[in-house]
C-alpha cells in the first residue's frame, strides 16, 4: 500500500510516497514525464501540459516526486492521482 501527501510549493507541487514504494520505479517514471519524454500514466494529459520537470528525491518507502510548474495546483494533481492507479506503475 502506498500513501500520499500532496502540498503546493513556490516552484509546483510535491508529492510525498511512503510504503511501498521504490526510488527506482518513480525515477524511471519521472524520467518519462520529463520534457521530451513518453508518459505511461496517461491519466490526465491537460495536467500533464502544466509540467515543466519532476524530480525525485528520498530513499525506498519514503519518496518525493516534486512537481514543477507555475500553474500547478496541489487540488488539480489531487484530483488526476485519485483517477489514476498508480500502484499499477510502481
Given at each position: 500500500?502506498i500513501?500520499k501527501n500532496i502540498?503546493?510549493?513556490?516552484?509546483?507541487?510535491?508529492?510525498?510516497l511512503?510504503?511501498?514504494v521504490a526510488k527506482?520505479?518513480l525515477e524511471a517514471?519521472?524520467s518519462?514525464?520529463?520534457?521530451?519524454g513518453?508518459?505511461?500514466?496517461?491519466?490526465?494529459?491537460d495536467l500533464?501540459?502544466?509540467?515543466?520537470?519532476v524530480?525525485?528525491?528520498g530513499?525506498?518507502?519514503?519518496?518525493t516526486?516534486?512537481?514543477?510548474g507555475?500553474?500547478l495546483?496541489?487540488?488539480k494533481?489531487?484530483?488526476a492521482?485519485?483517477?489514476?492507479?498508480?500502484?499499477k506503475?510502481?
Open positions: 500500500m500513501h502540498t503546493q510549493t513556490a516552484e509546483g507541487v510535491d508529492i510525498h511512503s510504503g511501498d527506482a520505479k517514471m519521472a518519462n514525464c520529463n520534457s521530451g513518453t508518459c505511461s500514466c496517461e491519466c490526465n494529459s500533464k501540459d502544466h509540467i515543466k520537470h524530480d525525485v528525491s530513499e525506498d518507502g519514503n519518496v516526486l516534486s512537481l514543477k507555475e500553474t495546483e496541489a487540488s494533481v489531487e484530483e492521482m485519485a483517477e489514476c492507479d498508480m500502484e506503475h510502481l
